[in-house]
């Protein structure tokens, strides 16, 4: 499973990573405020978002709503202290697919992730990305332009997936660093614009920008 975690408070966030990795959660992407909860739930597929409900910088039913009118289709859990009826309908119909009431045990948490991921979320990806005379394909990951096939790395490829999904949107430095390499992967920040060159010489066309002090995007 590929969970994204929003919580704001620092020690129950790092508790709940530690022990959905401790029960065999493949990976978990964990932030502390709305906005980058709804970027983040954008940017990649995750089997289950968890929010909580009280969130700085846009709360977890707002983040909820919006995500939803946005046409994100995958599963949304929520988090929350309060437990009165009208609390709970409310979170559901934000598009919550289910709620859990703290504190709660890890195990009932993990049991709702696993139910919640068994249910068929399609996630918002069409299986190629079509961009000027560039064909990127998810399935057989490879990059072809007219009819030259041209050899990415895995992070190449996901470098320039992940900003193909965004087009028109500026992916901050950090934020691809810690979708592709991960927080804590023992490289540092500038093997991110060491990779964009490389992704840049081998497109052999002007499509990545770079927005100086925040990351970089593609055009529409």
């Avoid at 490289?187 to 497109?203: E, G, P, Q, W, Y």
Wanted: aromatic share 8%; hydrophobic share 40%.
């Amino acid at each position: 499973m590929k969970i994204l975690l929003a919580e704001d408070d620092p020690y129950l966030g790092e508790l709940i990573v530690h022990m959905l990795k401790k029960k065999g959660v493949d990976k978990v992407d964990w932030v502390e405020e709305g906005e980058d909860a709804y970027d983040y739930a954008l940017a990649s597929f995750y089997d289950v978002v968890i929010l909580d409900w009280m969130l700085p910088n846009g709360d977890g039913v707002d983040i909820c709503k919006r995500l939803r009118k946005k046409g994100y289709s995958g599963a949304i859990l929520m988090l929350t202290a309060k437990d009165a009826v009208q609390d709970r309908v409310e979170g559901l119909e934000a598009g919550a697919d289910d709620y859990l009431v703290k504190p709660f045990e890890i195990d009932e948490l993990m049991a709702r992730l696993k139910a919640l991921s068994r249910r068929t979320f399609v996630p918002i990806q069409e299986e190629t990305i079509q961009f000027k005379d560039f064909v990127l394909n998810r399935t057989s990951h490879t990059l072809h332009r007219g009819d030259k096939e041209i050899f990415l790395t895995p992070r190449e490829f996901q470098l320039l997936d992940m900003l193909l999904q965004n087009k028109g949107r500026v992916l901050s430095r950090e934020t691809l660093f810690d979708r592709i390499w991960g927080y804590d992967a023992d490289v540092s920040m500038k093997t991110i614009d060491a990779t964009v060159k490389l992704l840049r010489k081998k497109l052999d066309a002007d499509i990545i920008q770079t927005v100086r002090g925040v990351g970089y995007k593609i055009e529409e």
